[in-house]
């Protein structure tokens, strides 16, 4: 985040994307990331079974910001989870490009997670005993091609608390290192859930910051959980969960500014 005479200084957010979304699985598009057919999750057997997705078909593009958009217990976060390779699927199929992850072995699953995916959570899980720098060498000293951990404290705005420890940060201070940590081994993909959802209006609005740069300015695929129905105008597509189930999609002809969202 540039800084001009003590005021971050942003170009306009990026239009989206030149892809037309399918909202079915009819012409899947050249340009998509993920790719979902029929996903279904059940938790437990017999009676007590929970069914969290119920045949989801889904795709995600390049360079896209997507927000999932639904009540706790939606399924939003057990979709995330199966993408990101945390989770499997019980039924259907789950691919990465052309890589078909619902037959990965659980050790192609920890690769793909490692060169491909970068997870930022509601709860940072900071090292308390590192400092910022340290926290997002962790990532860096195991992926294949990392950017310097200052190179990505900086992208976050956080250049100068580089050598401060995670109780001497604020919480948006914390969740901006966790999105460096994410985001320093270049990822495909950045996976989201809940990131604003322990933070107050300021410090949530300097973490979509954060994460709207991080899509413009790298193209990295975004995906965002979240509750609050008016983060959704920063992304470029919404995709609203019920039930386990996707039950519509809407692509924001015109996006607003994290500053702009109301809390």
Same mark, same amino acid.
């Given at each position: 985040?540039?800084?001009? $005479? ?8 990026? #239009? ?12 899947? &598009? ?16 017999? !009676?007590?079974?929970?069914? /969290?997705?119920? +045949?989801? &078909? ?16 939606? +399924? ?7 993408? @990101?390779?945390?989770?499997? #699927? ?13 037959r990965a072995s659980d050790k192609k699953l920890t690769e793909f997670r490692r060169d491909h995916v970068g997870f930022v959570f509601q709860f940072y899980n900071l090292v308390p005993s590192l400092t910022a720098r340290e926290n997002v060498a962790l990532v860096t000293e195991i992926a294949r091609r990392p950017m310097r951990p200052e190179e990505a404290l900086e992208r976050v705005g956080l250049g100068h608390r580089l050598?401060?420890?995670? /109780? ?6 914390? =969740?901006?290192? !966790?999105? !460096?940590?994410? *985001? ?8 989201? &859930?809940?990131?604003?959802? !322990?933070? &107050?209006?300021?410090?949530? *609005? ?8 991080? $899509?413009?300015?790298? @193209? ?8 609050? /129905?008016?983060?959704?105008? *920063?992304?470029?597509?919404? *995709?609203?969960?019920?039930? @386990?189930?996707?039950?519509? =999609?809407?692509? $924001? ?11």
């Amino acid at each position: 985040m540039a800084q001009r $005479n003590g005021a971050l200084s942003r170009p306009p957010l990026a #239009a989206a994307p030149r892809t037309r979304y399918h909202s079915r699985m009819d012409t899947p &598009d050249s340009r998509a990331v993920f790719r979902t057919e029929g996903v279904t999750k059940v938790y437990g057997t017999g !009676a007590v079974e929970v069914h /969290a997705l119920r +045949g989801v &078909d889904l795709l995600l593009y390049e360079a896209e910001l997507v927000v999932l958009l639904g009540a706790s217990g939606s +399924g939003k976060s057990t979709l995330l989870n199966i993408l @990101g390779g945390l989770d499997t #699927a019980t039924a259907g199929r789950v691919f990465f490009r052309d890589h078909d992850l619902s037959r990965a072995s659980d050790k192609k699953l920890t690769e793909f997670r490692r060169d491909h995916v970068g997870f930022v959570f509601q709860f940072y899980n900071l090292v308390p005993s590192l400092t910022a720098r340290e926290n997002v060498a962790l990532v860096t000293e195991i992926a294949r091609r990392p950017m310097r951990p200052e190179e990505a404290l900086e992208r976050v705005g956080l250049g100068h608390r580089l050598d401060h420890f995670p /109780a001497e940060l604020s919480g948006g201070e914390q =969740q901006r290192v !966790a999105i !460096a940590r994410a *985001i320093a081994k270049r990822p495909d993909v950045l996976l989201c &859930d809940e990131p604003t959802g !322990a933070l &107050d209006s300021a410090t949530g *609005i300097t973490v979509l910051e954060a994460l709207v740069e991080v $899509n413009r300015d790298l @193209g990295t695929t975004t995906a965002l959980i979240t509750h609050n /129905a008016e983060i959704r105008k *920063i992304a470029h597509r919404v *995709i609203y969960v019920a039930d @386990g189930r996707i039950s519509h =999609q809407e692509v $924001n002809e015109t996006r607003i500014e994290p500053s702009q969202v109301v809390w």
